[in-house]
């Protein structure tokens, strides 16, 4: 009776092992010290009673800033200003992202100045792109106006009520980022096998079963990635925001973002702004993880 001889177990601490562990470690070392260290740093004083200009009074608090994200009405308010943006702004830009690469793919004549065209807004900076727009809403001197009144209507107060400030951050925003949307749902139709489509065709499939039989099954993996990065990003959108609005008028377009710089910078209340951040990223990671899971069910 022949025994067979277990494999000894390779250890992790190999020669070749500490090598990559070294080259490794400068890496790890930066990261530890300018994310996972600050956001330890922020739980922390989320605890804390902690005032700027009170640097002495600093006092443990226990769960009363927390509270606070539950009775002050204007954390409230933002809270779901984040949601409204975020959701109406991730939406709308794949739903034209993903038009747009529909309508491009079909063109034959100049679908190189096309794609530069529209990827060229993703690549500003998101406070140029709020300056850009701030002047386009201008009540006096704003393009959007002058066109609105030379085709007979009315001017319209951009930025000077609650719903439209928002409806006007949430224009931009879609300006600026359905182009990632539009950049991935182009590359993935051009990489399709053309043989399914033709056969698709010749059976006298129209194009709307080609597209919503044969297309957007093999895009949606793609389209998935894109709605998760379009969340996190305007999720903790500030420099849009705070460009085109600072919030206002009053507190109409205040986010969870700007709401943790107000806290901080305006009120000096350091400890409820770091309450609201530990809010935001555990709403952040909890739905991001819920899309991501659900990207790699679907997959």
């Known amino acids: 009776m022949q025994t067979t001889q277990a494999k000894p177990k390779r250890s992790i601490f190999t020669q070749d092992n500490l090598f990559m562990y070294g080259m490794m470690a400068p890496a790890m070392i930066i ?22 200009t009170k640097p002495g009074a600093i006092h443990f608090a226990g769960f009363e800033n927390f509270t606070k994200l539950f009775t002050d009405s204007t954390i409230r308010d933002s809270i779901l200003h984040t949601f409204v943006y975020t959701g109406a702004s ?5 739903i034209i992202g993903l038009a747009l690469a529909v309508v491009i793919n079909n063109v034959t004549v100049g679908k190189t100045f096309f794609r530069i065209a529209l ?15 701030r002047f386009l809403f201008n009540n006096e001197l704003g393009v959007l106006n002058y066109l609105v009144v030379f085709f007979g209507g009315h001017k319209v107060n951009w930025l000077g009520t609650g719903t439209m400030a928002m409806t006007s951050i949430i224009i931009a925003d879609i300006w600026q980022w359905a182009s990632y949307t539009f950049i991935l749902a182009l590359a993935a139709l051009e990489a399709m096998n053309p043989e399914p489509l ?16 044969l297309r957007f099954p093999q895009m949606l993996p793609v389209i998935e990635v894109a709605a998760v990065f379009r969340f996190i990003w305007a999720f903790r959108s500030f420099d849009l925001i705070y460009a085109l609005t600072k919030g206002g008028p009053g507190t109409s377009t205040e986010t969870m973002a700007l709401e943790v710089w107000r806290q901080a910078f305006t009120r000096y209340d350091v400890g409820t702004s770091s309450a609201v951040s530990v809010l935001m990223f555990c709403l952040l990671f909890l739905i ?12």
């Open 31 to 52: 990261v530890f010290v300018v994310s996972i260290v600050p956001l330890a740093y922020t739980f922390y004083l989320s605890f804390q009673n902690y005032i700027l």
């Open 288 to 299: 991001s993880i819920f899309l991501l899971r659900n990207s790699v069910k679907n997959s």
């Open 90 to 94: 991730v939406i709308l830009s794949l």
């Open 119 to 133: 990827f060229t807004p993703m690549m500003l900076s998101s406070v140029v792109v709020g300056v850009i727009w």
């Open 198 to 213: 033709e056969a698709a065709t010749i059976d006298g499939a129209n194009s709307w079963q080609i597209f919503w039989s």
